[in-house]
C-alpha cells in the first residue's frame, strides 16, 4: 500500500505549478476472536491468542479529484506476550489488566470496570459482557496513535496538516466453557487529514 500511495502522488505533483490540496481518510477496521484459560487459584481469565483480521482503507485526493483508493485486508493470529486478563470481582465488575506493549510503550493498565456478568444457579460463570464505554475510555489515546502510526509508515508528512480523528470500540463479549473462555472485540480508528502544498 505504501508504494501505491507514494507513486499516486508524485504522479500528482510532476506536473502542478500551482497549490494543490490533499486529502486524505485512513479508515482501519478490526475484529478480533480471542481465546482465555483460567487460572483456577485466582478466578483470572489469561488471554493465550488471538485471530485478529485487519481492513485498512485509504482514499486520497488532490483537489477533489481521486488519486488513490485502496483497501488492504490482513488476517493474522498473535501469540499473546505480556499478560492480558479478565478477572470477574464483584456481581457486576471485572479487574481488566493489559500489559500490552505498543508503539514501544507498556500499557500498564489495570483497573476495575463495570461488566454483565452472567452465572449459573450455582455461581459459575457463564458469559461476560464489558461496553464499549467502558473499553474506548482506556483505549482512546491508544487508538488514536494507531491511526498516526498507520500514516507514518506510508511515510505521509503530517507536521502541517490539518489532523482529525474517530475512535470507536466494540463491547468485550466473553463465552465460558468449563476452563476455557473465547471472546470478541472489534475497533474502528478513522483519521482525517488535509494538507495544502505549494508546487
Known amino acids: 500500500m ?3 500511495i507514494m507513486g499516486f502522488m508524485v504522479l500528482a505533483t510532476m506536473s ?17 476472536h480471542e481465546f482465555y484459560q483460567i487460572e483456577q487459584k485466582t478466578g483470572k481469565y489469561y488471554r493465550v ?14 483537489d477533489e479529484a481521486i488519486i488513490a483508493d485502496v483497501t488492504e485486508p490482513k488476517s493474522e493470529r498473535l501469540d499473546e506476550t505480556a499478560e492480558y486478563s479478565i478477572q470477574p470481582v464483584g456481581r457486576n465488575t471485572v479487574r481488566l489488566i493489559d500489559q500490552s506493549v ?8 489495570d483497573v476495575i470496570v463495570k461488566a454483565d456478568i452472567d452465572r449459573t444457579f450455582t455461581g459459575k460463570v457463564k458469559s461476560i459482557k ?8 482506556l483505549y482512546q489515546d491508544v487508538l488514536e496513535e494507531v ?3 498507520t500514516l507514518r509508515g506510508m511515510n505521509i508528512q503530517m507536521k502541517d ?13 466473553c463465552v465460558v466453557q468449563k476452563e476455557t ?16 502544498d505549494e508546487q
Open 16 to 32: 502542478s505549478a500551482y497549490a494543490i490540496e490533499y486529502k486524505l481518510n485512513l479508515d482501519v477496521k478490526m475484529n478480533s
Open 147 to 149: 491511526g498516526f502510526n
Open 130 to 137: 464489558i461496553a464499549s464505554e467502558e473499553i474506548l475510555a
Open 181 to 196: 473462555m473465547s471472546c470478541d472485540t472489534g475497533l474502528a480508528v478513522a483519521v482525517k487529514l488535509k494538507l495544502e
Open 161 to 173: 496538516a490539518e489532523i482529525s480523528t474517530e475512535s470507536q470500540m466494540k463491547a468485550i463479549e
Open 102 to 109: 505498543i508503539n514501544g510503550k507498556k500499557l500498564n493498565i
Open 49 to 62: 491468542y488471538s485471530i485478529v483480521s485487519t481492513n485498512t482503507h485509504v482514499l486520497m485526493k488532490a
Open 2 to 4: 505504501k508504494k501505491w
